[in-house]
């Protein structure tokens, strides 16, 4: 297996095209790798980086008659966007969604979804074979236990499949604060989604404005 390092293996905005898989009611129920409020924010706060960057999503969802449909603060993101909604368990069978994400022409193929050791493992390990430079984001995903999702990742890091949470992945498409068409949006996702990081941003700011004491006269 082929050792990833190297700046062109950091992830880049222009060749990343990010799928979110199964972000549903049914997976949630019974997700036990993470609080599932933590989940949700994290997904949605990596639905909005994508966002941030021009990165094209796609959404699918798994009998979704039964399984309920993705979370709103998901699909709140890309109003009117169509769902892929599949029988299929892995993503990486259903032509459906593989065409789509073929036709963006795009390389590094960034996947997130519940539960990590079934509808996450195994389109990341399909496609890591097939050629495709797969990253999954950890902390937006999530799994039946803590220990399937930990075995789940030692599966795909086996296959070749890169590992990243959602504020890393967020930096690596940033790169530079000096880029500030991406730097003022990708600040307010952080402050609504990235806790101590958003409030202190805030913090600094309320500092930086608020004049100095004079001295006692």
Same mark, same amino acid.
């Given at each position: 297996?082929?050792?990833?390092?190297?700046? @062109?293996?950091?992830?880049?905005?222009?060749?990343?095209?990010?799928?979110?898989?199964?972000?549903? =009611?049914?997976?949630?129920?019974?997700?036990?790798?993470?609080?599932?409020?933590?989940?949700?924010?994290?997904?949605?706060?990596?639905?909005?980086?994508?966002?941030?960057?021009?990165? &094209?999503?796609?959404?699918?969802?798994?009998?979704?008659?039964? #399984?309920?449909?993705?979370? =709103?603060?998901?699909?709140?993101?890309?109003?009117?966007?169509?769902?892929?909604?599949? %029988?299929?368990?892995?993503?990486?069978?259903?032509?459906?969604?593989?065409? +789509?994400?073929?036709?963006?022409?795009?390389?590094?193929? +960034?996947?997130?979804?519940?539960? %990590?050791?079934?509808?996450? *493992?195994? &389109? *990341?390990?399909? @496609? *890591?074979?097939? #050629?495709?430079?797969?990253? $999954? $984001? %950890?902390?937006?995903?999530?799994?039946?236990?803590?220990?399937?999702?930990?075995? *789940?990742?030692?599966?795909?890091?086996?296959?070749?499949?890169?590992?990243? %949470?959602?504020?890393?992945?967020? @930096?690596?498409?940033?790169?530079?604060?000096?880029?500030?068409?991406? @730097?003022?949006?990708?600040?307010?996702?952080?402050?609504?989604?990235?806790?101590?990081?958003?409030?202190?941003?805030?913090?600094?700011?309320?500092?930086?404005?608020?004049?100095? =004491?004079? &001295?006692?006269?």
């Amino acid at each position: 297996m082929a050792v990833r390092n190297g700046l @062109a293996s950091l992830l880049r905005p222009a060749d990343s095209v990010l799928v979110l898989i199964d972000h549903q =009611p049914y997976q949630l129920a019974n997700l036990n790798s993470h609080d599932p409020h933590t989940v949700v924010n994290n997904s949605a706060a990596l639905a909005k980086a994508a966002k941030v960057f021009g990165v &094209p999503t796609i959404l699918t969802s798994v009998v979704a008659d039964r #399984g309920g449909h993705i979370f =709103p603060q998901i699909t709140n993101v890309f109003p009117g966007q169509e769902i892929i909604d599949r %029988t299929l368990i892995n993503t990486w069978e259903d032509p459906n969604v593989v065409d +789509v994400v073929k036709a963006t022409g795009r390389k590094q193929l +960034v996947l997130a979804g519940l539960w %990590t050791e079934v509808c996450v *493992a195994m &389109p *990341a390990i399909q @496609a *890591a074979g097939e #050629g495709w430079d797969v990253t $999954v $984001v %950890t902390d937006a995903s999530g799994a039946v236990s803590t220990e399937a999702h930990e075995i *789940a990742i030692q599966r795909m890091i086996a296959a070749g499949v890169n590992m990243i %949470t959602w504020m890393a992945l967020a @930096a690596e498409w940033q790169r530079d604060w000096a880029r500030a068409k991406t @730097a003022g949006p990708l600040t307010e996702v952080l402050i609504q989604h990235a806790a101590g990081s958003g409030i202190a941003y805030l913090w600094e700011q309320q500092l930086l404005n608020t004049p100095v =004491p004079s &001295p006692a006269g």
